[in-house]
């Protein structure tokens, strides 16, 4: 197919962005040690943001975002301030004797509740407007077939949300689960950390 490679070079990237640890590898692992149906919730949200990016980036308006900078720095600093918010939530936990991690309360937070949780982290991550815009400039040849568009917003689905669910399912395993609660003060305070880190890194960049 004269596409194909082109297709198999954009799941190949969008893999290893999903695979390198992020705000979404940390809101999807720490939701699934609450539960497995929270972790998928958030997961499958993470995926739909993946593919609104997407879709914006085939309309071209994805690159047109990062073009207009007080947009772009509006995006920036409110998903700077919100997972800051979830690593303070998650810092604070260290306080309570219950294994449970606030930012991950399984009875707090239902299964629509966590996909927006997931939805918003990645939404709010201003490096997926820049990642999705770059990407299918890049890849994607102009003026392809309707159907390559079809094919590119199916692969983003598959990877992004396949990939997180995965993610998901193993780390809510018995095993790990039994592995967190012993381990939950450093845990939740290293990826705590991690989350307010992130957030400051992305507030103060220029």
């Known amino acids: 197919m004269e596409f194909l490679p082109q297709l198999l070079t954009l799941a190949s990237v969008l893999l290893i962005a999903c695979i390198s640890p992020g705000p979404d590898f940390i809101a999807v692992t720490s939701h699934a040690l609450a539960s497995r149906k929270t972790g998928i919730g958030v997961a499958l949200g993470v995926g739909c943001g993946c593919l609104l990016w997407a879709m914006l980036a085939v309309f071209g308006l994805g690159l047109m975002l990062t073009q207009i900078s007080w947009l772009y720095q509006a995006v920036r600093y409110f998903g700077a301030a919100y997972l800051v918010y979830l690593g303070i939530l998650m810092l604070l936990s ?93 845990f939740d305070a290293v990826m705590g950390g991690l989350l307010v880190g992130i957030g400051a890194r992305l507030a103060l960049d220029r």
Request: hydrophobic fraction near 55%.
């Open 94 to 186: 260290l306080r309570r004797k219950s294994a449970d991690p606030v930012i991950a309360r399984s009875t707090a937070v239902s299964f629509p509740q966590a996909v927006r949780r997931g939805l918003m982290v990645n939404l709010t991550n201003p490096k997926s407007v820049a990642f999705f815009g770059s990407l299918f400039v890049t890849i994607l040849p102009q003026h392809a077939p309707l159907w390559v568009y079809a094919a590119t917003l199916t692969i983003v689905w598959v990877v992004a949300a396949g990939w997180f669910c995965i993610l998901a399912s193993l780390f809510s395993m018995g095993r790990i689960r039994a592995l967190y609660l012993r381990l939950r003060r450093p």
